[in-house]
C-alpha cells in the first residue's frame, strides 16, 4: 500500500507563485508514474501533471502548459509540482496520485491517492 501525503498548498494572489511536493512511503515508488489532479467544487477531477517512472517524460493538461512544472526524486520518493503565473481557476484540491497502469491522464487509471492540498489563487 502506497501512501501519498501532499503538502505546500496555500493562498497566493494572481500571478503568484505555490510549489506543492508530494512525499510517498512506498520504496518502489520509482516504479510508478507520478501524477497531479485537482477537483474544483462542483466539478470533476481534473489532470494536471504526470511524470514517467524513469527518464524525464512528463505530461500537461492543457490549461497549464507552460506555467505548471512537474519533477520527481527517486531517491528522496518525492514528486513536486512547481506552479507559476497562477490564475483564479487554477483554485482547487490538487491531489497526488500513483500509477501502476502507465502512462496516463485519466483519474481511474491511478491506484494511490493523498489527501489533498487547497490552493487559493485570489484575483
Known amino acids: 500500500q502506497v501512501q501519498l501525503v501532499e503538502s505546500g498548498g496555500g493562498l497566493v494572489q494572481a500571478g503568484g507563485s505555490l510549489r506543492l511536493s508530494c512525499a510517498a512511503s512506498?520504496?518502489?515508488?520509482?516504479?510508478?508514474?507520478m501524477g497531479w489532479f485537482r477537483q474544483a467544487p462542483g466539478k470533476e477531477r481534473d489532470f494536471v501533471a504526470a511524470?514517467?517512472?524513469?527518464?524525464?517524460?512528463?505530461l500537461y493538461g492543457d490549461s497549464v502548459k507552460g506555467r505548471f512544472t512537474i519533477s520527481r526524486d527517486n531517491a528522496k520518493n518525492t514528486v513536486t509540482l512547481q506552479m507559476n503565473s497562477l490564475k483564479p481557476e487554477d483554485t482547487a484540491v490538487y491531489y497526488c496520485?500513483?500509477?501502476?497502469?502507465?502512462?496516463?491522464?485519466?483519474?481511474?487509471?491511478?491506484?494511490?491517492w493523498g489527501q489533498g492540498t487547497q490552493v487559493t489563487v485570489s484575483s
Open positions: 511524470a514517467m517512472w524513469i527518464g524525464r517524460s512528463t
Open positions: 512506498e520504496r518502489t515508488f520509482s516504479t510508478y508514474v
Open positions: 496520485a500513483a500509477s501502476r497502469v502507465g502512462w496516463s491522464t485519466s483519474a481511474s487509471d491511478y491506484d494511490y
